[in-house]
């Protein structure tokens, strides 16, 4: 049974920057496509950034090309999520994932194992 934990989240001015952190434990993290969505009040989960089990492959919404970036450190077990140039919408609960996917796949049902999410609020 994998746990994955999000950490990170908070309250930031618009330009600002955040980084997320998503923690994983119960088996072999390194096996793992791993991916970031979010959600805000009142609309559907959106995909935001995925990366292959190496790190060699990423996958970007085009609404955070350029902004966020995402990592990950397999000795520790953490992906991670830099995001930068922070906007009002950007605002939502960002929920990491994993799965056995060999490409960083933008599609929910890809990802098998979801976290509780972690709150992100940017004002304007």
């Known amino acids: 049974q994998v746990t994955l934990v999000e950490s990170g989240g908070g309250l930031v001015q618009a330009g600002g920057s955040l980084r997320l952190s998503c923690a994983a434990s119960g088996r072999s993290f390194d096996r793992y496509t791993m991916a970031w969505f979010r959600q805000a009040p009142g609309k559907e989960r959106e995909f935001v950034a995925a990366?292959?089990?190496?790190?060699?492959?990423?996958n970007y919404a085009d609404s955070v090309k350029g902004r966020f970036t995402i990592s990950r450190d397999n000795a520790k077990n953490t992906v991670y999520l830099q995001m930068n140039s922070l906007k009002p919408e950007d605002t939502a609960t960002y929920y990491c994932?994993?799965?056995?996917?060999?490409?960083?796949?933008?599609?929910?049902?890809?990802?098998?194992?979801w976290g509780q999410g972690t709150q992100v609020t940017v004002s304007s």
């Open positions: 994932a994993d799965g056995t996917n060999y490409y960083p796949m933008a599609q929910a049902t890809h990802y098998d194992d």
């Open positions: 990366i292959s089990w190496s790190g060699g492959r990423t």
